[in-house]
């Protein structure tokens, strides 16, 4: 079945919601969103790469839908080895012929800065990404410094947007509001768009639009996700795949 995104919204707030499944890619566009970050794995660890079977079937089922595609090898920290980076470029070829609109990526080195060297492993993406539109993921709320974080993504020629929680767990909080504000004064003087994201949820929005919006935020990011039971009915007792909790026998899905 395919889906088409047409509620009405704020001209200038757009929603993009994370998925990691054809399932959650339609019930994600049919509570709004009119942009999907395309992942795998999104319940453990913050999502992966995913699969181009997984791009196809939901491009199929929402056609009308921009899809960025996540570019992240594996979960864990986000300094990456050459052949990881090799690894990336490759998956970034990809992606460009099966028609996405952007790619999501962020690496980082292991002082939590991104240095000269870190630069140009960037801009060696950004540049294989061209025309694409290139998103900067949350590695960014992993930096020491932000600001200087921040300066060092706007030398970059190509970087579309920032995906940030603020430098906080929850996009919503104080600390982040004030860190975000900042970002997008920033940003009206930059190429750059800051695409706030982490705890956005119906209690939360009010908040964020109050604050931010006098400062030009155009666009939010969410999952709207949680783990629902999977339809196992026999389940070996101390057995499984090495997940634990919830995501044991459970599925991750966007409602």
């Known amino acids: 079945m395919a889906v088409n995104s047409t509620r009405a919204r704020p001209p200038k707030l757009a929603i993009e919601v994370c998925v990691d499944s054809v399932e959650s890619a339609l019930a994600a566009v049919k509570g709004g ?3 999907i970050e395309l992942c795998s794995n999104l319940g ?3 999502g992966t790469t995913p699969s181009i079977g997984l791009l196809e079937a ?3 089922a929402v056609p009308n839908v ?3 595609a996540m570019v992240r090898p594996r979960t864990g920290d986000f300094v990456y080895s050459n052949e990881e980076l090799n690894v990336m470029l490759g998956d970034i070829f990809v992606f460009k012929e099966h028609g996405v609109q952007g790619v999501v990526f962020g ?4 002082s939590g800065e991104i240095d000269d060297v870190q630069l140009h492993f960037d801009e060696r993406l950004v540049s294989v990404a061209a025309p694409l539109e290139v998103c900067f993921h949350r590695a960014f709320d992993m930096v020491v410094d932000p600001r200087t974080a921040w300066e060092t993504l706007t030398s970059i020629n190509g970087i579309t947007r920032v995906l940030t929680s603020g430098h906080s767990k929850c996009a919503a909080s104080p600390e982040a509001l004030t860190t975000l504000a900042y970002l997008l004064d920033s ?3 930059a190429p750059i768009d800051i ?5 956005i949820n119906i209690s939360t929005i009010p908040v964020l639009c109050s604050a931010l919006l006098p400062h030009g935020l155009k666009e939010i990011h969410l999952s709207g996700g949680k ?3 999977g339809h196992s009915a026999y389940r070996r007792e101390g057995m499984g795949m090495g997940v634990g909790g919830a995501g044991e026998w459970g599925v991750w899905r966007t409602d």
């Not at 690496?107 to 292991?110: E, Q």
């Open 44 to 46: 453990l660890g913050g």
């Open 227 to 229: 783990w629902v039971e």
């Open 66 to 68: 921009p899809i960025m």
């Open 195 to 199: 695409l706030p994201g982490s705890g």
């Open 187 to 189: 940003a009206s003087l």
């Open 33 to 35: 969103a009119n942009r």
């Open 107 to 110: 690496t980082l080195t292991a």
């Open 58 to 60: 939901v491009k199929k």
